[in-house]
């Protein structure tokens, strides 16, 4: 009786034998909200723009370029966020790509528009004749692009925390090595950020340690070294102007 029961629970209504793992809906495991929030604020195409705002905060700019931070931070959304956003979004809707976690055998457009949109930024503020150091800045994240994507190809490492590497990196670089400055404060308020975001991606099962730890090394250690050059090149170009 028991038999006939079982059997008829694992039947469709023309009679046919239902696997029950066709049946059978396991529950999904509720994502933690501030992890996603966290991921989305601190999301790598906003980058460019929390370095610039920085820039502005610490460095001579807010007295050279005060009146023109608008024409700074304008362009680098719209071509380090925006157009990255909308190109992927297309690409998305026009089924070109099955999602936005850049599988391999889809990467190849994402991150023709990645570079496209971030050489152009860096032309439009090459053209402006601005000072070394800060044109190496926006060379960062086309760096990391190019480094991500010979990594990706054989292993997966954490996009994100590259981001906040870049940021944390190139914040450093600008304070010690052009400004002489030792801002305690604000670092460790780069580096609180960079860990709540590792175990958001943690968290939401984005990336494993190794990925997170990975990424966060290249990424600072990445931008560090090319503000650096930056600032080096810029003086050795300024005594030859003398």
């Not at 994502?31 to 999301?43: D, R």
């Not at 931070?73 to 690409?91: D, E, K, N, Q, R």
């Not at 860096?122 to 150091?133: G, H, N, P, Q, V």
Request: hydrophobic share 55%; with cysteine; proline share 4%.
């Amino acid at each position: 009786m028991i038999e006939k029961k079982d059997k008829e629970a694992n039947t469709d209504g023309d009679g046919a034998v239902v696997p029950i793992s066709a049946i059978y809906d396991p529950p999904r495991i509720k994502e933690p909200v501030l992890a996603h929030v966290i991921s989305f604020v601190l999301h790598p195409l906003l980058m460019v723009v929390y370095v610039i705002a920085l820039i502005f905060v610490y460095t001579d700019f807010k007295f050279l370029y005060g009146n023109q931070f608008i024409q700074f931070i304008a362009p680098a959304f719209f071509l380090s966020c925006a157009i990255p956003v909308s190109g992927i979004y297309t690409l998305k809707v026009t089924k070109l790509i099955t999602d936005y976690k850049f599988r391999k055998g889809e990467r190849f457009l994402p991150f023709i528009i990645f570079f496209f949109s971030y050489g152009l930024l860096f032309y439009y503020f090459f053209s402006a004749r601005l000072t070394i150091w800060f044109l190496a800045v926006l060379a960062i994240p086309v760096m990391l692009f190019i480094i991500y994507s010979l990594i990706s190809v054989f292993w997966r490492i954490s996009i994100h925390m590259m981001g906040i590497g870049g940021l944390t990196g190139s914040i450093m670089s600008i304070c010690y090595n052009i400004k002489g400055l030792n801002l305690c404060v604000l670092f460790i308020i780069l580096f609180i950020l960079a860990g709540s975001l590792g175990v958001s991606r943690l968290a939401l099962n984005r990336s494993t340690p190794a990925q997170v730890y990975a990424g966060f090394l290249v990424g600072i250690v990445v931008s560090y070294l090319t503000v650096w050059i930056g600032a080096y090149w810029g003086i050795v170009i300024f005594l030859k102007n003398l």
